[in-house]
């Protein structure tokens, strides 16, 4: 198997593996889906956003965000706000709460990390995350670079997001 074939396998599989142990997540505090998890965490590192500019940044269709973002307002973790730059638009942007909630899951997924490798030293879990940064970067950049000019007719992978 060519190594670019096995990554695509490897990735699928993380994917799974990390819904997985989502699931399996240690009870206590709030409950929370990996779609939520992402949109806070943009959210969260980002600042203040549009509603499309989530949606792009999340790789999703614009249709698909707007209908998770209410129940997270609902929640008290988003809120909405003037865009000071257009008047007519609108940020998201975290509440107080949701912030504590983000910092929260975020904490558990670190201790979930920590239990789950106990064979790995800390220059092992660097040297993956620098691997998954550097991967991250190079996969935006090129989805970028293959995004349809405006106007132009999605692909029918852009549809089936």
Same mark, same amino acid.
């Given at each position: ?15 799974? #593996?990390? $819904? ?5 997540? =240690?009870?206590? %505090? ?5 779609? #939520? ?10 600042? =203040? ?9 999340? %790789? ?6 707007? $209908?998770?973002?209410? @129940? ?9 706000? /003037? ?13 107080? /709460?949701?912030?504590?909630? &983000? ?9 979930? &990390?920590? @239990? ?11 040297? &993956? ?7 991250? @970067?190079?996969? #935006?950049?090129? $989805?970028?670079?293959?995004? =349809?000019?405006? %106007? @132009?007719?999605? #692909? ?6």
């Amino acid at each position: 198997m060519d190594p670019c074939t096995s990554l695509a396998r490897e990735l699928v599989l993380l994917v799974r #593996t990390m $819904r997985d142990l989502n699931a399996v997540r =240690p009870s206590g %505090g709030e409950v929370m889906d990996l779609p #939520t998890a992402a949109i806070l965490g943009r959210v969260g590192d980002e600042g =203040p956003l549009r509603l499309s500019t989530l949606a792009d940044r999340l %790789g999703l269709d614009l249709s698909t965000v707007s $209908r998770q973002v209410p @129940a997270l307002e609902r929640a008290g973790w988003l809120a909405r706000e /003037q865009d000071p730059h257009d008047r007519r638009a609108q940020l998201l942007r975290l509440t107080p /709460q949701g912030r504590g909630v &983000l910092a929260d899951r975020r904490a558990q997924d670190a201790d979930l &990390l920590r @239990a789950a490798l106990p064979g790995w030293t800390d220059e092992d879990v660097a040297q &993956l995350a620098a691997s998954i940064v550097r991967l991250n @970067a190079d996969l #935006t950049d090129y $989805r970028a670079s293959r995004a =349809p000019s405006a %106007g @132009a007719a999605p #692909t029918l992978q852009q549809e089936a997001s």
